[in-house]
């Protein structure tokens, strides 16, 4: 199974120091302008990978609304903590978590939107991140990615080398790829 971040999840003070900076950064941009980007509508299943605190997954959870669901997943049982607590309190029940560093343990072709926003950076296996998420996405599901640790042409060549997204659209903010279809 690839890790998507290192071997070990970060001691729980790191986390908790770097959601700490997260809550500043996102009262200075609302992380639903990344989500509008990406076009999550009501109804939508989302995939945040590497869901960290959860800056997206209230936003995400609101946007595909009562008919949709949001799957949070991150390595750090602590991320996973936050998520819930923070779904809990705007009264989302359609948020659920995924404990896991690479495998989401979701059906192939389940998934309209999965996020893949300041993660990339620091997946130690993006070949097998990709794989996974090129297997849950429906056929003309999306990926949208953010990486503010990667400029927007080194992201885009790094998710298109492997063969399985072609980019379909670079926003201010995000860009968008599509799932090539298997050549099997």
């Known amino acids: 199974m690839g890790r998507h971040r290192t071997s070990e999840p970060q001691p729980d003070w790191a986390f908790r120091f770097m959601a700490l900076g997260y809550r500043f950064r996102d009262a200075r941009r609302s992380r639903k302008d990344f989500l509008q980007e990406a076009g999550v509508r009501p109804g939508d299943t989302v995939l945040d990978f590497g869901c960290g605190a959860g800056s997206y997954v209230v936003p995400a959870g609101r946007m595909a609304g009562d008919k949709g669901t949001v799957y949070a997943l991150d390595m750090h049982p602590l991320a996973l903590e936050m998520v819930t607590e923070r779904a809990r309190k705007a009264d989302l029940t359609n948020v659920s978590t995924v404990l896991s560093d690479c495998d ?81």
């Open 104 to 184: 989401t343990g979701l059906p192939t072709h389940s998934v309209d939107v999965a996020l893949l926003y300041d993660i990339y950076h620091d997946l130690s296996d993006p070949t097998a991140v990709l794989r996974e998420l090129h297997r849950v996405l429906k056929p003309g599901g999306i990926l949208s990615s953010h990486d503010h640790h990667l400029g927007a042409t080194q992201l885009k060549e790094a998710i298109e080398s492997g063969g399985l997204f072609r980019a379909i659209r670079e926003d201010p903010l995000t860009l968008t790829f599509s799932p090539l279809a298997n050549e099997a």
